[in-house]
């Protein structure tokens, strides 16, 4: 058995995988900047967070189109584009939403309900292309809404940003009855509870 080479499988990635790994480097760049503004309390911060999410959408489809273009789809890199997904359309929006101030008990859960929402998402999504794709049958649609619609979500957050309706101003304020509610919050709820629906979307 020969040794394996140092960094013989990053040589192995294609342009494809390049471009989603861009998309995953966006969704922890909008992770620190989050982090930042928590240290901070500089609001610029929250933008770039903001910001930095759809240029990893922006990464998220070019790498489709990339792969279609030079035929070189894998099992690899659906798996490499879910891991990314999970990165920058779930847990760096619900991180965004707790810097902007849903940091509620009742938040935090309704939180983690969206990211386990996208994460179960994501498996159906692979699950199924994986199913569908035997015997030369294309994939016609997918269960449940795409989690990039989370750039919907951050659209929001930003706009409240730039409103200054973050921490104690933001919208819709918070309801006290033992623990922490904001209403806002509800908006990831929706989101993360169409993500798992049975609504079929049509894959173009």
């Known amino acids: 058995m020969q040794p394996s080479k140092p960094f013989s499988m990053i040589r192995e990635f ?3 995988d390049w471009l989603t790994l861009s998309n995953a480097l966006c969704g922890m760049g909008a992770l620190f900047s989050v982090m930042t503004y928590l240290q901070t309390n500089v609001s610029l911060h929250l933008y770039f967070a903001c910001g930095l999410i759809p240029l990893a959408l922006l990464f998220d489809v070019l790498d489709g189109y990339v792969a279609r273009w030079r035929r070189q789809s894998s099992a690899m890199g659906r798996e490499l584009d879910s891991l990314a997904d999970v990165i920058s359309f779930g847990v760096a929006p619900a991180a965004i939403a707790y810097a902007c101030g849903m940091q509620g008990l009742f938040d935090r859960i309704i939180l983690l309900f969206f990211v386990a929402c996208g ?17 030369g049958d294309k994939v016609k649609y997918f269960e449940g809404t795409p989690i990039p619609t989370s750039l919907l979500l951050v659209g929001v957050l930003a706009l409240a940003i730039w409103q200054g309706a973050i921490g104690k101003q ?9 623990f922490q509610f904001h209403p806002l919050v509800l908006l990831f709820a929706v989101s993360g509870s169409l993500m ?9």
């Open 14 to 16: 294609q342009l494809a």
């Open 170 to 178: 933001l919208w819709f304020g918070a309801v006290i009855s033992g």
């Open 196 to 204: 798992i629906s049975r609504i079929k979307i049509p894959k173009f």
């Open 119 to 135: 994460v179960s998402r994501l498996a159906r999504y692979n699950v199924t292309a994986e199913r569908l794709s035997e015997g």
